[in-house]
């Protein structure tokens, strides 16, 4: 018996130790929720910035036929509001986007997405989501952690902490990121807060060298490389015999992922394997990276047993002006995404994934009825009514859920808080979120704090 093994038996009784080794030694093993889910792993298309949901899926007659005309005080009496002062604008705003119904649910899509208007039958939309914070950088932090404030687990924290991940070589929470720079306020939004580091996301560049650092020098040896992992393993089971600290399981379960990465992770990336149609749906170009590569990068991630894929996409901030535009600059973005988004459905669909699969699409927050003062068109920040959708993972099908107001103002029907959103993600994992919870300094905790409800209407 090693003295690894002498380590592990030292921890638990003997029965505990022949039932669950794997459980100790590896933070990620998979494991049931508290009932069978219908989703098995999660793809989050997260689009940085806040789409206005006006242009793209919130068909307004109303608004439009209100264009540049103030906003009816019956919608701001005896409310605040960030950002709406004179400064900023409270001139209605029609969209000049033309929109059409699709499929056989008669989803209404813009002109803005003709690839993903192919494929609404799959989505389930939700027009009545409501956040709570107004800047970019603590919404992004509350849409992923369920709090702005840092040092909270994220999403994909929760997930992994939960049921774990059935990848052996690659982690179980992967963040893919394109557009012209990183989501604000970076990192924190997809780490592991107070749980173990095991569970945070581990971000991927979809070309070149996957993770900076992980090659060898030229030096080493595998077998030289072995010798020393398997040294510093047996360094850090003797500390954890002593201390028993989590964290030491967590670090020697890093030392082992990074060796495995290093031919996984290349592997993961080289698409040299996919078929020309494949490469086609999707409108990738070789050796170009960008949201198509990396919506395909989560397919292949998800084959291998990832459990969480999130991509983050920028920039969706459309405020006017340079550079945020809602005419030549929100066409690019659009133009970005669509085609990625529709082929990652159709392609998981084909592979018999999707069932399995949940795809989430959606920002921080929405985009305001009113303009902006600016030199060009633009809406500012909105938070009590935006539209996300959803796919596969056991969610109704060609369904539409909530609404907002007339002229996209507020959600009127079925309001679908943040908290309420990760309730309802967790319960098609089959994790209840009212159970999961983690102790720290003296409080139990969750990703939905205190409140939460499944959105029934969402599930199939």
Known sequence: MGLGSLALASLLDERRALAAPAKLTNPLFP????????????????????????????????????????????????????????????????????????????????????YLSGVVDDLTFVKSCKAELFNHAPAKLFM????????????????????????????GFVVLQSGPRGPRGGAVNWGSGFLPTSYQGVPLRGSGEPILNLTNPKDITATKQRQAIDAIRDLNLARLVETGDDEINTRIASYEMAYRMQSSAPDLIDLSGESPETLKLYGVEKDKPGFARNCLLARRLVERGTRFVQLYHA??????????????????VCKDVDQGCAALIRDLKSRGLLDDTLVIWGGEFGRTPMGENRETPGRNHHIDAFTMWFAGGGVKAGATVGASDELGFSAVEDEAHVHDLHATILHLLGVEHLRQTFRFQGRDFRLTDVSGNVLTKMLA
């Open 315 to 332: 920039n969706w901030d459309s405020h006017g002006g340079p550079g945020e535009n809602l005419t030549t600059d929100f066409d690019k």
């Open 144 to 171: 992923n952690t369920g709090s702005g404030q840092f040092g909270r687990p994220s999403l994909g924290s929760w997930v992994t902490y939960g049921i774990g991940s059935e990848a052996n070589d690659l982690p």
């Open 31 to 114: 494991r049931p929720g508290h009932f069978a889910g219908r989703a098995k792993r999660v793809i989050y298309l997260f689009m940085a910035g806040a789409p206005s949901q006006l242009e793209l899926f919130d068909y307004k007659p109303k608004l439009i036929e209100l264009n540049s005309q103030p906003i009816p005080t019956s919608f701001t009496d005896g409310k605040r509001f960030a950002f709406m002062g004179s400064s900023h604008g409270n001139k209605l705003l029609g969209t000049r986007r033309k929109f059409q119904q699709h499929g056989q649910s008669g989803a209404w899509v813009s002109e803005m997405f003709p």
